[in-house]
């Protein structure tokens, strides 16, 4: 067993270590720590060309974070400090380029942490990468002999849980297993073909068309294509995910991750025979104990989106034994560990593997856990919560079975709440049932996930040895046990839990639940108007029916033919159209187009000109008086600041008449007439629905010099998503549920303009 013999600082002194996954959590804690406390050592750092930016402009970019302010400061600056002591080499795995010929140690921190990537990336992150680099480590120290200090020291960053779905003692050494890793991972890269080509076939592209004409048919043909083409490849990486979790569950591991994960370790065993190799296995990696600062974390890892869910009292229950062991270690102490492994010599040809764990000698249990973020969160509660003024929840750990089944009894009731609530006619309240159930739908998404993905390891019963590791921390000079400590036994976990882990995981959802109250519910896309400087480069565009005045096309019609006709007619004539109905309902939900044109076939026969005259002597108070106060003050507020205003409808051009005003464009339906001036029935060009709005509002700027990055767009109806998208500042009005649901997910602003009208709507005008 290899051991320390003098200070880190000593043993690592002089040395070139290359570095890879520096931008990731681990990496990013390696490198401050060789800048800050090794001063004569050498990092150098694989990083990838991210977009534009190279990849020293990256690393100027890491080492300005907060950890890095004293030795940035002490280099003259970040430019300074990445010039002077880091090596940046520009490439990425698996195509790494040549690794310098001086270097000491190589430190393979990249891979692929999340639990289930496609099946594909997680072998070329974790087996192909990890072979790629191995071979630029070999061809860079070709030559250089077998003396021990000139052999190359490989380690290699894993994971405690490569033991899969074992169970009882893990020793610190290979696992067993007789896997072919060059077949399987031939096997997991020709996956994507495969499942590319099966998305393509004509029965799983009808039913991925079909979903998504339920949603977007009356929006049009293209916005529906490229719902589609999205479902397509949403598919596609489903199942690679589930190609890789049920390949790793048929071999013995607990998901894709961790099955590539030992993979990985069998390359580095067989490629590493003739130089020193170590293997350092992490167990579950959270907050830091004491460096560079008690709590330290970059973005959440395994535990914090489950103690942030019961903190928002999302978790009612818990799928995990709680004599289970969550074997949890602070993440500088796995720097620590790391660092003396790159300081020893293990014997060449043989790898040393080292668990950096607490299970073995300071067990936390999953009912310990419990009872320390219970206790944290007693005492300084969220302050948004799933149920305000509710008790946090109590578990009882009832089984992973029992809490499937409520899983599942809950998704069968989000699903006929969803068929019920998109039956029920818009309202606010039927937008406040929505809303509620997306975020009902959302969490109990969050918590299947959870179940899902962690599950296995919840019940796992893995007890990982760590003698060697624990002779490794024990033979640290006593000059660096307190700067490079990682013996998990003296952690206090009531002290890491309730006063490092958790205050440092809330403290950025507090800061943002605060600026949100601050902020309140002010829209993001309805901007104020006063400061808009954009004046006759813009435009505001509004829809009609449901966005700035309360009727339908319909109603327009019944104002328009009833009132020239006798009373036993006017009553036969809302009863055909009364018995009609339904057909005209159910065409408006599949093609606003067909649905308008059948409405105005009664328009058949009808003298234009008398119907001009009408509207301006007769309808004209009607229609006024259902117009939304709210919309004339935004729109009177456009006029003001010089943007030209358009009102596009599929309105019959003749009923908009007295909205004139008010508007500069105005795009309605145009009847056509015979030689004697009646209508026939017919549209004089196809009506203006969907893409066809977008369309036009696309060309009419580019005739009139207009902006529409900097224009308007009002609309209630999910029909008019592609005109809201093509403009820079969409607004739903009194929105339809999927207008709503398309406006939150894009971060649009929503409204709700009221709209009082004096007079009833079965009264004709006379």
């Known amino acids: ?92 795995l698996p195509n790494v380029p040549a690794l310098p010929n001086d270097l000491d140690v190589v430190v393979h921190c990249a891979g692929d942490v999340s639990f289930d990537p496609p099946i594909d990336q997680a072998f070329t992150t974790n087996v192909v990468g990890t072979k790629a680099l191995m071979e630029r480590m070999l061809e860079a120290c070709r030559g250089r002999g077998t003396e021990p200090a000139r052999v190359p020291h490989y380690v290699h960053i894993s994971t405690a849980y490569t033991a899969g779905r074992r169970r009882g003692a893990i020793p610190e050494g290979p696992q067993e297993h007789s896997v072919d890793y060059d077949a399987e991972t031939a096997a997991g890269l020709a996956m994507r073909e495969r499942v590319e080509a099966q998305s393509r076939m004509p029965e799983q592209l009808t039913r991925l068309r079909k979903q998504a004409e339920r949603v977007h048919r009356r929006a049009g043909y293209l916005t529906t294509a490229a719902d589609t083409e999205r479902r397509r490849k949403e598919w596609v990486s489903a199942e690679l995910v589930r190609a890789g979790t049920e390949r790793a569950r048929s071999l013995g591991w607990t998901d894709v991750y961790t099955f590539t994960k030992a993979l990985g370790e069998r390359v580095v065993a067989d490629l590493g025979a003739e130089i020193h190799v170590s293997i350092v296995r992490p167990a579950i990696v959270e907050s830091s104990w004491a460096h560079p600062y008690p709590g330290w974390i970059e973005g959440f890892k395994m ?38 492994v790159c300081a020893t010599r293990p014997t060449t040809g043989e790898c040393a593997f080292y668990h950096v764990s607490s299970g073995a000698r300071n067990p936390l249990t999953i009912a310990d856990m419990y009872r320390h973020i219970r206790a944290y969160f007693l005492a300084h509660p969220l302050e948004v919560t799933a149920k305000p003024g509710s008790p946090l929840p109590e578990w009882d750990f009832p089984g992973a079975a029992s809490v499937g089944r409520l899983l599942n009894t809950s998704g069968r009731a989000a699903e006929l709440a969803e068929r019920l609530i998109t039956k029920v006619p818009r309202s606010d ?15 109990l998404d969050d918590l299947k996930r959870y179940n899902s993905l962690y599950n296995e390891y919840l019940q796992s019963e893995l007890h990982f ?9 024990a033979s640290l000079d006593p000059a660096d046990v307190e700067g490079f400590a990682f013996d998990t036994a003296v952690i ?21 639940d605060a600026l949100r109250r601050k902020r309140g519910s002010r829209p993001s896309t309805m901007k104020d108007l006063g400061t808009n400087t954009a004046g006759a480069a813009a435009v505001a565009i509004f829809d009609l029916d449901g966005t700035i005045m309360s009727t ?37 939900q599949r093609d606003r187009g067909t649905f308008l044109r059948a409405v105005y076939r009664r328009y058949r026969g009808m003298d ?27 729109i009177q507020a456009h006029r003001d600041a010089g943007h030209t205003t358009v009102l596009i409808t599929g309105a019959v051009r003749t009923l908009t008449r007295p909205l004139r005003p008010y508007f500069d464009v105005i795009v309605a339906a145009d009847l056509a007439t015979g030689p004697d001036g009646r209508c026939s029935g017919f549209l004089a060009t196809p009506p203006l629905v969907g893409e066809s709005r977008a369309a036009w509002l696309k060309h009419y700027a580019s005739l009139h010099g207009v902006d529409l990055g900097r224009s308007f767009a009002y609309a209630d109806s999910h029909s008019d998503l592609p005109m809201l998208e093509s403009v820079g500042h969409p607004v739903a009005v009194s929105p339809d549920i999927p207008l709503m649901r398309a406006a939150q997910r894009l971060g649009w602003s929503v409204v709700e303009w009221r709209i009082k009208p004096s007079t009833p709507r079965w009264r004709i005008p006379k």
Not at 309 to 337: I, K, M, Q, T, W
Not at 465 to 473: I, P
Not at 492 to 512: A, G, L, Q
Request: charged share 25%; aromatic share 6%.
């Open 1 to 92: 067993m290899t051991l320390l013999e003098g200070r880190l600082s000593e043993l690592l002194a002089g040395q070139k270590i290359v570095l890879t996954g520096v931008t990731g959590f681990i990496g990013e804690q390696l490198l401050w720590k060789i800048l800050t406390e090794l001063p004569d050592t050498t990092p150098a750092v694989l990083v990838r060309r991210k977009g534009s930016a190279t990849a020293r402009d990256r690393m100027i970019s890491l080492v300005k974070h907060k950890i890095f302010a004293e030795v940035r400061e002490a280099a003259g600056g970040a430019e300074a400090l990445v010039d002077t002591r880091i090596e940046v080499i520009e490439g990425d």
């Open 492 to 512: 206090d976990w009531k002290t890491y839990i309730e006063d490092i882990h958790c205050p440092s995981i809330t403290s950025s959802v507090r800061r943002m």
């Open 303 to 340: 535990a914090e989106p489950l103690i942030l869910a019961y903190g928002r009292h999302e978790l009612p229950e818990f799928p995990g034994s709680p004599d289970s062991v969550l074997d949890v270690v602070p993440c500088d102490f796995v720097v620590n560990a790391i660092l003396a």
């Open 608 to 634: 234009l000109a008398a119907l001009e005259e009408r509207v301006d002597t007769t309808l004209a108070p009607y229609i006024l008086d259902r117009l939304s106060p709210d919309a004339l003050s935004r």
């Open 465 to 473: 040895v760590d003698d060697r590791t624990a002779a490794l921390s």
């Open 429 to 443: 309240r039927t937008r406040r049932a929505a809303r509620n159930l997306d975020r009902f739908r959302s969490r």
């Open 552 to 588: 339908n096309v319909v109603e327009q019609y019944l104002w328009a033919r009833l009132p020239e006709l006798a009373p036993v007619r006017q009553l036969a004539e809302v009863g055909q159209v009364a018995r009609r109905l339904p057909g005209y309902l159910l065409a408006e």
